[in-house]
Each structure stands twice: as structure tokens, then as C-alpha cells.
């Protein structure tokens, strides 16, 4: 596998020879193509001034001189008619003047060009001469190509360079975050990555930090459950063993023996619906539990359940007072049954005697409001902030029956329909639950 620094530095070093090459190659043909007519104007000029010189009478020191100052900047070469060189400056070194150019500018009589190479005819003394000069081009703008060739390559080598240790720095983000994903993998939810970048790679790093803070919290309540479980089974069964072993006395008398038979048969009770509110919060957790959404009378659904619940608040002395005007509801009713069930039990169960149960149904625009409040025990602020954690119960020794899971599936079953549960409690006077759902959903 390729690392994604090795990628970036070629893809970045090819990127770069590619637009070099290119850059120079346009630069010199553009170059070429303007610099051409205005040289060969130049060579003409002082092809023309050589010539005069060398037209006068007794020069030869003008000559001389003259060739001299041009060697510098020009090759010069002078052709009898026979095609014999008769002059040259030291600095000519090629002779890739061919015969038939001689011969050409010689017979032609005019001025021939061709690229940077400049022929002129001429005449003296009744003999006629060619001429031909060319630039030096080892120097002045003609070093251009050169120039540009070495400025490209000093881009290309401090470009690559400094984007080495770029791209380090582009990837060492990435690198660390690979490392806290293998963390991760391991089933290490502690991990964290200290990235403080604010681009994307920084906007990713606090999401994965996000998450693994997430992740470390399902997990230790994932923990906490699983010990909170083994627990609350653990109990039951300890005093199921313990009476069980007591019963196997056989002078027991016959009423201590019918206690213990009651009170295993109670904690066996408890056990058995623990599983099954267990069983039903999973369910309700994987977010796969069938969810049957009807529309139906919330007023009627309520006032069976209250009916069918009449034995229990009968023998506490009871009163109940309802509000239940005729009110249809979208939702599934299976569960909101439990949600009543479970808030009118509780309010039976903590209730004193002679108390009285409130239950209201308030309709409103786009939501149903259903209140129900009990005269009972209260529940003081330390506890209602816990009330619906799993296996939480504000007084045990007092509610022994109960599994502290009633108002964890309540709780669910209203996240479910985007409702709200609220409670209000003042220890001594009563509870007041109030759950507020969605007309529709
Ligand atoms: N109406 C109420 N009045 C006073 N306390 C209440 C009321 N409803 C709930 N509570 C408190 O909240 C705790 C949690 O209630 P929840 O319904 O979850 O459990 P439970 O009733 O104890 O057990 P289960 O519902 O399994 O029978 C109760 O133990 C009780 O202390
Ligand atoms: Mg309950």
C-alpha cells in the first residue's frame, strides 16, 4: 500500500515537472518568436556599419578595431566571390556557413536571412563580398533559455522540498487519527486524539473525540447495567435459598411455614417480572420493537384501565377524580397502555390511605396533555432527578415489590411517540405526572 505522503509528494513533484516543462517551453518559443525580428534588424545594422568600414580606403586598424568591439557580441565572416573566406573574428568558432548561402547572398545581391544567421552582400573595389553575421548567443538575453531553465529547477527543488515537509504535517493528523482507530477497534473507548486544527481534519478529530466520549459512556452504563442486573437477581434468590433452607426444618410451625411459602413465592413473583420488564426495555432499546401506530379514544383506553386496576385502589380507600373528555389519539396503544398502567400503579402504590388519584386529559392544538397526580408519599428533589434510571427506587424497604424498571419503560415509550414526561413532587403531599405526546405523529 501506498502511504498518503508518498502519494501527495508525487502526485505533487509530477504536478509541478509537468507544468515546468510546459512553462518553459511556451516562455522560449514566445521568446524565440518576438526577440527573432528585432535581432535580425540589429545584426542588419551593424552588418551595414561593418560594411562601411571596411569599404574605406587604407582601415585596416578600423577594421581591426571594429571586428575586435563585435567579437564580443557577434560572429563575423566576410566571403570573396570565389566563396573563400577573406575575414572572421577570433570569436567565430563554427563554420556552419554552408557554399550555397555564400553563393546565394553573393549572386542574389540582396540581404538573406535565416533565423539568427544574417548574410549581406556588398561590393568594393569592383569585387563582390558576402557578409554574414550572427549574435553571440552564449550571451546577454539570449542566456534567457538558461535563466529560465535554472530559475524553474531552483522552483522545482525548494517547491519539493518545502512541500515534504508539508505534507508531513498534512499527514500526521491522519496518522494519529488511524492510530486512535485501532485503539478503538482494540476496545479501547478511553482514546482521544489531540488535533487543534480548525479545518477539516480538526472538525474531524473533535467528532471522533465526541464519539469515543460516547462510546466510553454507553459503555460504563452498559457495565453499571449489567452489574445492576446481577444485583438485583442476586437478592431474590439469596432469600429464595435462604427460606427454602429454613423450610426443610420439620418442626417448623404451620404459620411460619406459610410466611416463608408467601415470601418465596413473592420474590419468585418479583423475579419472573423483572425478566420480563427486563426483556421488554431491551426490546424497546433495539429500536426493532413493532411500533403499530391507530388512531383511538385515549379517554376510553384510560378509563379501562382504571377499571380494571379498581381492586387495588379500592383497598387503599381511593378516591378518583377524572377529567376525561372524549379525545382521539394517533399512537401505538399497546404501549401507551403500559405507560398508564405502570404511572397508575405507582400512584395506587405510594398513595396513603383514603388519598385520592387525579387523572386529566388536556387537549390542545397539536398535543394531548395527560396528568395524573396522587395525594401520596411525595418524592423528595434528591430522588426525582433519579426516578427514572433503571432499578431505581426512592425508598426500597418501603416498595420491596416494585423492580424500579416501571418508569425506565414509561420513559421509552413516550421518547418513542416524541412526547414528554414532567413530575412534580412535594414529599408529604403528592406526585404529579404529566406527559405531553403528539397529536399525530
Ligand atoms: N406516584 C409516585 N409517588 C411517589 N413516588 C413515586 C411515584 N412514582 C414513582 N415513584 C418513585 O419512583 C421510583 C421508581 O418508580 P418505578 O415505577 O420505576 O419503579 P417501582 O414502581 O418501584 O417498580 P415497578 O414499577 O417495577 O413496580 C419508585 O420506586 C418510587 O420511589
Ligand atoms: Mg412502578
Not at 542588419?44 to 569599404?55: H, R, W
Not at 568591439?69 to 567565430?92: C, H, P, R
Not at 417480572?273 to 411500533?291: G, N, T, V, W, Y
Amino acid at each position: 500500500m501506498k502511504s498518503m505522503y508518498t502519494r501527495l509528494v508525487l502526485i505533487f513533484i509530477s504536478v509541478i515537472l509537468l507544468s515546468l516543462v510546459i512553462t518553459f517551453f511556451i516562455a522560449s518559443k514566445y521568446f524565440i518568436k518576438h526577440v527573432e525580428t528585432e535581432v535580425q534588424g540589429d545584426l542588419i545594422d551593424v552588418g551595414e556599419n561593418f560594411i562601411s568600414i571596411y569599404s574605406k580606403q587604407d582601415n585596416q586598424n578600423g577594421v581591426d578595431a571594429t571586428l575586435q568591439i563585435l567579437s564580443k557580441n557577434f560572429y563575423l565572416s566576410l566571403y570573396d566571390e570565389s566563396g573563400k573566406i577573406v575575414l572572421k573574428n577570433t570569436a567565430l568558432k563554427k563554420k556552419n556557413i554552408k557554399k550555397e548561402q555564400i553563393l546565394s547572398v553573393l549572386n542574389k545581391r540582396d540581404v538573406q536571412t535565416k533565423g539568427y544567421l544574417i548574410g549581406l552582400p556588398f561590393e568594393k573595389d569592383g569585387h563582390r563580398y558576402a557578409l554574414f553575421i550572427q549574435p553571440n548567443i552564449d550571451r546577454g538575453f539570449f542566456k534567457m533559455r538558461r535563466v529560465l531553465f535554472f530559475s524553474l529547477l531552483t522552483t522545482l527543488i525548494i517547491g519539493s522540498v518545502t512541500f515534504l515537509f508539508v505534507a508531513k504535517l498534512l499527514v500526521k493528523p491522519v496518522k494519529e487519527l488511524i492510530r486512535a482507530t485501532k485503539e478503538l477497534a482494540k476496545g479501547n473507548y478511553d482514546v482521544q486524539v489531540t488535533i487543534k486544527r480548525k479545518d477539516e481534519i480538526g472538525l474531524l478529530a473533535s467528532n471522533f473525540n465526541l464519539m469515543t466520549n460516547k462510546l466510553n459512556n454507553l459503555e460504563e452504563m452498559r457495565s453499571e447495567f449489567v452489574s445492576n442486573v446481577s444485583h438485583e437477581i442476586q437478592s431474590p434468590l439469596t432469600s429464595i435459598k435462604g427460606f427454602a433452607k429454613v423450610l426443610r426444618n420439620k418442626q417448623l410451625a404451620e404459620e411460619k411455614k406459610e410466611h416463608y411459602l408467601s415470601i418465596i413465592e413473592e420474590e419468585s413473583e418479583r423475579l419472573s417480572m423483572m425478566s420480563e420488564r427486563l426483556l421488554k426495555l431491551a426490546s424497546l432499546d433495539s429500536e426493532q420493537h413493532p411500533f403499530q401506530p391507530t388512531t383511538y379514544k385515549l379517554d376510553e383506553q384510560i378509563r379501562k384501565i382504571i377499571l380494571a386496576l379498581e381492586p387495588h385502589w379500592e383497598s387503599n380507600k381511593l378516591q378518583l377524580v377524572l377529567n376525561l373528555p372524549q379525545t382521539e389519539i394517533v399512537a401505538d396503544r399497546l404501549l401507551l397502555e403500559q405507560v398508564w398502567i405502570n404511572l397508575l400503579q405507582n400512584a395506587i402504590k405510594f398513595s396513603s390511605i383514603a388519598g385520592y388519584i387525579k387523572v386529566d386529559v388536556l387537549e390542545l392544538d397539536h398535543t394531548i396533555h395527560v396528568l395524573i397526580s396522587d395525594s401520596g408519599l411525595g418524592i423528595s428533589q434528591d430522588d426525582i432527578d433519579r426516578i427514572f434510571e433503571r432499578f431505581y427506587q426512592a425508598d426500597r424497604s418501603r416498595n420491596k415489590k416494585g423492580t424500579g424498571l416501571g418508569l425506565s419503560i414509561v420513559q421509552k415509550i413516550i421518547e418513542i411517540h416524541h412526547g414528554k414526561i414532567e413530575v412534580e413532587s412535594v414529599v408529604g403531599k403528592g406526585t404529579s405526572f404529566t406527559i405531553i405526546l403528539p397529536k399525530n405523529l
